[in-house]
């Protein structure tokens, strides 16, 4: 079973309902939770005129491939009746492979670790939270010292 880590994100509707609404269909969908950051209300990035977002992350365990997972997440969102629109822009769920063990995947349609996820304090406040000493195997550094670098900055 590979250890894995994703990140949660909703800024429309009831947030931190859809929030804990995707926990449940990743663990239908074979992934088990091992621990579950709190939620944190963060101001949307990238595209700032929306609704603030509730974030949070997860560590687990899946025997599903780095693209089966993918294509579970997808799944999940589209369940849930995320619609595709501006880059990001609001949405009901968004799910983020951010790490799969240790390993480097850059394709087209698949990246880990995730590429954003060392600039994105909505990532590494609940991701320091769980897992704080993670080592991320790109930049070499654990996520502790990533946050502490982007809150530096």
Same mark, same amino acid.
């Given at each position: %079973? !590979?250890?894995?880590?994703?990140?949660?994100? $909703?800024?429309?509707?009831?947030?931190? @309902?859809?929030?804990?609404?995707?926990? #449940?269909?990743?663990?239908?969908?074979?992934?088990?939770?091992?621990?579950?950051?709190?939620?944190?209300?963060?101001?949307?990035?990238?595209?700032?005129?929306?609704?603030?977002?509730?974030? %949070? !992350?997860?560590?687990?365990?899946?025997?599903? $491939?780095?693209?089966?997972?993918?294509? @579970?997440?997808?799944?999940?969102?589209? #369940?849930?009746?995320?619609?595709?629109?501006?880059?990001?822009?609001?949405?009901?769920?968004?799910?983020?492979?951010?790490?799969?063990?240790?390993?480097?995947?850059?394709?087209?349609?698949?990246?880990?670790?995730?590429?954003?996820?060392?600039?994105?304090?909505?990532?590494?406040?609940?991701?320091?939270?769980?897992?704080?000493?993670?080592?991320?195997?790109?930049?070499?550094?654990?996520?502790?010292?990533?946050?502490?670098?982007?809150?530096?900055?």
């Amino acid at each position: %079973m !590979a250890i894995i880590y994703i990140g949660i994100g $909703s800024n429309t509707g009831d947030r931190q @309902a859809h929030c804990r609404n995707a926990i #449940e269909r990743l663990k239908d969908k074979g992934i088990v939770i091992k621990k579950a950051s709190s939620m944190y209300e963060t101001k949307p990035w990238g595209l700032e005129e929306q609704p603030d977002f509730i974030n %949070m !992350a997860v560590e687990a365990e899946t025997g599903l $491939s780095p693209e089966e997972l993918l294509k @579970a997440l997808k799944e999940v969102e589209k #369940e849930m009746g995320r619609k595709e629109t501006v880059r990001w822009g609001p949405r009901i769920i968004d799910l983020d492979i951010l790490f799969y063990d240790d390993i480097v995947i850059n394709m087209e349609h698949l990246r880990i670790p995730h590429p954003l996820l060392h600039k994105r304090d909505f990532v590494l406040l609940p991701l320091s939270e769980i897992a704080p000493d993670k080592i991320h195997p790109v930049l070499k550094k654990n996520i502790r010292q990533i946050k502490e670098e982007l809150y530096s900055a």
